[in-house]
């Protein structure tokens, strides 16, 4: 199988490196191409893959092209690359917004399209997809490319309905965690940390604490519950939390979050 990237940036990039790390592919098998020679040519240093400057070039040697780009550089993308592109091939996209009926009409043809939203956690293996599929894509593939994303990220197939949200709650979200963990740092250097510590103990606490909802299965409020004894520190914090509107200003940061992927 041979795996394309159109795009190899950070997003790009990091799907790379979790394909080679996993084993699923090896280096003669992806190729890639990108606007900038410069990144193309860090890339081949850096992974051993073989890159184009044309994406028609790339759109011919895949099996499987994962266009990598932003979602304003689509329909230039597209239209370099439609005609290199028959019915076999596998197009899968990442860019927020972008559905499988305005990519195959952009493509003025019948392709498969698997249409995903990774987040950026994919740059140390700890990613979460989303991804839908259109009508020709068979069942098989999409374990093809699920098998291709889980040397950086968990996958989820969903309804096409659901894919905005997924941008919410996965594809944007990390920026709020790392604004929580900087606020948290933030406190402890004011309480007497210094700063590199401060950055592990905040950032040690989240990472764990996503592992126990994962792991245990338990709802969040009773894992809160547990860490909340009667007359302790954690239940004072909490408190000001909710004084503050933390649950409302997640909720609302999630809402136009949504309202702006279901616009572009």
């Known amino acids: 199988m041979k795996v394309g990237f159109i795009g190899c940036g950070n997003m790009g990039g990091a799907m790379i ?3 080679l790390d996993s084993g699923i592919c090896g280096r003669e098998d992806i190729c890639a191409s990108d606007a900038s020679e410069k990144l193309l040519k860090e890339k081949a240093e850096a992974l051993g893959i073989r890159t184009f400057t044309d994406n028609s070039s790339t759109a011919r040697e895949a099996d499987v092209l ?3 780009v932003k979602p304003q550089y689509y329909e230039v993308v ?3 690359i439609k005609d290199s592109v028959n019915g076999e091939r596998l197009i899968v996209t990442i860019a927020p917004g972008k559905t499988l009926s305005w990519v195959k009409e952009k493509f003025g043809k ?3 399209i698997i249409r995903m939203m990774p987040n950026t956690p994919a740059m140390v293996g700890e990613g979460m997809i989303g991804m839908c599929r259109n009508e020709n894509v068979s069942d098989d593939e999409v374990e093809m490319v699920r098998e291709l994303c889980k040397g950086f990220a968990k996958t989820e197939v969903i309804p096409e309905n659901l894919m905005d949200v997924v941008t919410a709650v996965s594809g944007s979200s990390p920026a709020y965690v790392f604004m929580f963990i900087e606020a948290m740092a933030d406190a402890a250097v004011a309480g007497g940390m210094p700063r590199d510590k401060a950055y592990i103990f905040a950032s040690q606490a989240v990472l764990g604490s996503a592992k126990m909802v994962l792991e245990t299965g338990k709802h969040p409020g009773e894992l809160k519950d547990m860490v ?9 914090a909490v408190r000001v939390l909710e004084e503050r509107g933390m649950r409302s200003a997640v909720f609302e940061c999630m809402e136009k979050c949504l309202e702006v992927s279901r616009k572009m």
Not at 228 to 236: A, D, E, M, V, Y
Request: net charge neutral.
């Open 17 to 19: 490196k979790g394909i």
């Open 66 to 68: 994962f266009l990598s």
């Open 228 to 236: 909340c004894s009667p007359g302790g520190t954690t239940i004072q």
């Open 78 to 80: 597209i239209n370099d």
């Open 110 to 112: 019948e392709v498969k």
